[in-house]
């Protein structure tokens, strides 16, 4: 078993991050469940291609050359450069041959906190490296860990925790619902969502045809569709080319209809309260569901800490 902190982001709660050490330097990471590779800013990056403050890996003793890697993200956000055979540890485990992304060029330039980025998909391989050896995190931790499985409990403002191979019975109220998996994707985390609500008000179809279970998205990001639906309901709202806005004062005046998805049965509600992004001005706040013309749902961290 293993466990690891979860922290915030700085910032709005945009991202979720953890320790991990690699060979003998450490990271803060974003933790990524919609992907299945671990990546790092490197010593090979231009300097004019990150913030401040970054951990760049250095390839050390530990470290053998295996190829290269390249991933590029729904975003079209991304990273490449050589891979390495390295020791990584997380939260107490310990894989000592794991896949590691060493960048050299990343796209847009990098600020924040974190140093990389750790995908934890369920394939035994990830298809972003070229060599299938030595796997990826999950793929190679699994067989340590009582249960092939791992939590997530992410909280406003405040810090929470990834487990490995355990779940934790204070974290939860009620019974688990489980959902299963679409076998056929097996970098991510996806799921076949059923029907949503808004208000009170169930709909008549699905949310999207599939789904994803996705930590390194911050925002809900659903068919435009079910996004004009939603926004219809909420007095004041427009959609401007930065993201859907509405006048701040609907959140004290309690006019944000919540939202809800229904996944294996049960149906899991963001609250009205929570229906907030950020707020843009004096006047308007943005809103947590974004849409895409896409068929793809995107179930980021606002629907994951709310549920």
């Given at each position: 078993m293993a466990s690891v902190i979860a922290s915030p982001s700085p910032n709005y709660d945009y991202g979720y991050y953890s320790s991990i050490q690699v060979g003998s330097q450490s990271f803060e990471i974003h933790i990524d469940t919609g992907s299945d590779a671990l990546w790092l800013l490197s010593n090979q990056l231009p300097a004019t291609a990150t913030g401040a403050g970054h951990t760049l890996y250095t390839p050390g003793p530990s470290a053998s050359q295996?190829?290269?890697?390249?991933?590029?993200?729904?975003?079209?956000?991304?990273?490449?450069?050589?891979?390495?055979?390295?020791?990584?540890?997380?939260?107490?485990?310990?894989?000592?041959?794991q896949?590691?992304?060493?960048?050299?060029?990343?796209?847009p330039v990098v600020d924040g906190m974190n140093s990389g980025v750790l995908g934890l998909g369920f394939a035994s391989t990830s298809s972003k490296f070229s060599s299938s050896t030595p796997g990826s995190f999950m793929g190679n931790l699994k067989?340590?860990?009582?249960?092939?499985?791992?939590t997530v409990d992410l909280h406003n403002d405040a810090t929470g925790n990834l487990n490995f191979g355990f779940i934790d019975s204070t974290k939860y109220r009620g019974s688990i619902t489980y959902v299963p998996r679409l076998a056929?994707?097996?970098?991510?985390?996806?799921?076949?969502?059923?029907?949503?609500?808004?208000?009170?008000?169930?709909?008549?179809?699905?949310?999207a045809p599939i789904a994803l279970i996705d930590t390194g998205t911050s925002l809900i990001i659903v068919p435009n569709s079910v996004v004009g639906e939603y926004y219809a309901k909420v007095p004041g709202a427009f959609n401007s080319t930065s993201g859907c806005m509405y006048p701040c004062t609907n959140l004290k005046n309690n006019l944000m209809p919540p939202f809800g998805i229904n996944l294996g049965g049960t149906v899991f509600t963001v609250a009205a309260s929570y229906m907030f992004s950020v707020q843009h001005n004096a006047t308007y706040c943005y809103g947590v569901l974004e849409g895409t013309t896409g068929t793809q749902a995107f179930l980021g961290d606002i629907f994951l800490r709310h549920i």
């Open positions: 295996v190829g290269t890697f390249k991933i590029v993200y729904d975003d079209n956000s991304g990273a490449n450069g050589p891979a390495y055979a390295d020791k990584v540890i997380l939260g107490g485990a310990t894989v000592t041959s896949a590691v992304g060493a960048a050299s060029s990343v796209a067989s340590q860990l009582a249960s092939p499985l791992f056929q994707y097996t970098s991510a985390w996806l799921v076949t969502p059923g029907t949503y609500t808004i208000g009170n008000t169930v709909s008549s179809g699905t949310l």
